[in-house]
């Protein structure tokens, strides 16, 4: 018998409630991961209450924004955590609902599955300064948590980390998602940080297939106008671990495309 692998979903839901309208679940019934890490879930405590606690069977854990409609972050997961950790320690940012870790320890490991959301600053400058600023904390955050224990982080980065991970990347130099402080993090937090971008691991040079968002303006869908903003985002060892990515393109569930990446590990 071959080992088992574990499947490990990311999705930016664009609202739980609208992907759900829109055929995510029965998508999750069909495609059967292990656990699914989404972002913006946009919902509070209440509005999950008696609906969403599960997803296809899976359990969820989430970190709600205390803003209403607003960010919120959920793991959903066959296999019950050991501990799950909300929020990395920021006032600031985790009253925005961004960061939800499970934690799988056992006597010989330690692994975190953690869904994340980083900021977006394509609204202004306000928001822009707000996303310098987390990844300023969330950083070292990861750099630490890297020293004690495996993970994988999955998310929203809201960040083409190279002109492969984006189709008009002449036109968007100046623009938040592209910047060049981006890009140099994303770099950083892929070398001096030492986490590994697994989908490039896996698919090193592809460029448009890779496109996880698209841009509801113009027919930027139908003509494959995209970027990569939805990460893997591994410590090496688990990386290595990584054999198979699909992006899910044949339905719609948000403006994002789900990232599924099958690792030959077993919780």
């Known amino acids: 018998m ?14 739980i409630r609208s992907a759900t309208s829109k055929g995510v679940e029965a998508w999750l019934k069909k495609t059967r991961p292990d656990c699914i890490c989404v ?3 946009k919902a509070q405590a209440p509005d999950v209450e008696g609906r969403f606690e599960k997803l296809a069977g899976l359990t969820g854990h989430f ?30 940012f985790d009253a925005e609902g961004r960061y939800v870790e499970l934690r799988y320890d056992t006597p010989t490991r330690k692994l975190s ?39 994988i982080l999955c998310g929203d980065v809201n960040i083409a980390h190279t002109q492969n991970d984006l189709k008009n990347w002449r036109g968007n130099r100046k623009n ?31 460029t448009e297939e890779c496109y ?18 939805d990460y893997h985002l591994a410590t090496p060892g688990i990386a290595q671990l990584a054999r198979k990515e699909t992006i899910y393109r044949k339905e719609r569930f948000s403006d994002h495309a789900p990232v599924t990446v099958e690792y030959e590990l077993a919780l």
């Open 2 to 15: 071959g080992k088992s692998l574990f499947k490990l979903t990311s999705l930016n839901l664009n609202g």
């Open 39 to 41: 972002q913006e879930v």
């Open 63 to 92: 970190h709600f924004a205390q803003k209403k409609g607003y960010s919120g972050v959920a793991a959903f997961t066959k296999h019950e955590p050991s501990d799950v950790i909300v929020g990395f320690g920021s006032e600031e």
């Open 113 to 151: 599955l953690i869904s994340c959301y980083f900021p977006s600053g394509s609204s202004g400058e306000e928001r822009q300064l707000a996303k310098f600023r987390f990844l300023d904390q969330i950083d070292p955050h990861l750099a630490a948590l890297r020293q004690t224990r495996e993970f």
């Open 176 to 206: 938040s998602g592209f910047l060049p402080e981006e890009r140099a993090w994303m770099t950083k937090i892929t070398s001096e940080t030492g986490l590994v971008d697994v989908y490039r691991l896996l698919k090193p040079e592809t």
């Open 212 to 229: 996880t968002w698209w841009s509801n303006r113009g027919e930027a869908y139908a003509k494959n106008v995209g970027w990569r903003l």
